[in-house]
């Protein structure tokens, strides 16, 4: 099956300045590629999606980059807000159809926000 | 538009016993899936419904089962607890021609 390796597993910033996230993956059928935002108490939230036809993009101060070749991709986020602090998981999703199939997910990443 | 919705949010049960956590997708959403997440893990694929039928399965005992009934919503149920199935519980959702997931808020299991 998949497997996801996300790195760094805690990253601390200062406001203002950007953070990356990066994820490998091994399936090189996988086709979709979501990004999640967990904060404390609460479920994963989309932030970004890309999927395997498109090579990068972009939502405000948010984006994703997906090199296929490398079989890696990556979250950026500019000039980094002290509510950006949160989990962040990266996921791959299988090929099995656009409905059916499982997200892989990375182990995480502990993002901090210092103000 | 309300998004996923799980229930309960908390639930304390004895090893041993059973337990059913209940998932309502979100509106024009048919396809129901499960994930298990242990403390400072990411989510871990249980199962997916769609049709009322279980369509791909992860790395989980028979102790975990599952349903989709016809207004798409679903149940996990989780028979012989162990200690080591403490864990947050995640439903998402998704649609015909769309890739993403929504996710619910999850189920917090505490097996004592």
């Known amino acids: 099956g998949e497997n996801v390796e996300q790195h760094p597993s805690t990253l601390s910033v200062q406001e203002g300045d950007s953070a990356v996230i990066k994820c490998t993956y091994s399936d090189s059928a996988s086709n979709y590629f979501p990004w999640y935002k967990q904060e404390l108490g609460k479920g994963p939230q989309l932030i970004i999606d890309i999927r395997s036809n498109v090579g990068e993009k972009k939502?405000?101060?948010?984006?994703?980059?997906?090199?296929?070749?490398?079989?890696?991709?990556?979250?950026?986020?500019?000039?980094?807000?002290?509510?950006?602090?949160?989990?962040?998981?990266?996921?791959?999703?299988?090929?099995?159809?656009?409905?059916?199939?499982?997200?892989?997910?990375g182990r995480g990443t502990q993002l901090t926000v210092w103000p | 538009d309300a998004g996923v919705t799980q229930s309960p949010t908390h639930l304390i049960k004895t090893r041993g016993q059973q337990v059913t956590l209940r998932c309502s997708p979100k509106s024009g959403h048919d396809t129901v899936s499960w994930y298990q997440q242990a403390l400072g893990q990411g989510p871990q694929f249980i199962f997916q419904y769609y049709e009322e039928e279980e369509r791909q399965r992860g790395n989980f005992p028979d102790r975990f089962s599952g349903h989709q009934f016809p207004n798409y919503s679903s149940e996990l149920n989780v028979n012989a607890l162990l200690l080591g199935d403490s864990a947050l519980y995640l439903c998402a959702s998704s649609a015909a021609e769309y890739y993403g997931y929504t996710f619910g808020s999850g189920t917090r299991l505490t097996v004592v």
Not at chain 1, 77 to 96: G, L
């Open chain 1, 59 to 105: 939502d405000q101060r948010i984006a994703v980059t997906l090199n296929k070749t490398a079989k890696h991709f990556s979250l950026h986020i500019t000039e980094t807000q002290p509510e950006d602090s949160a989990v962040y998981f990266c996921a791959a999703k299988e090929n099995r159809g656009s409905t059916l199939g499982r997200l892989y997910f």
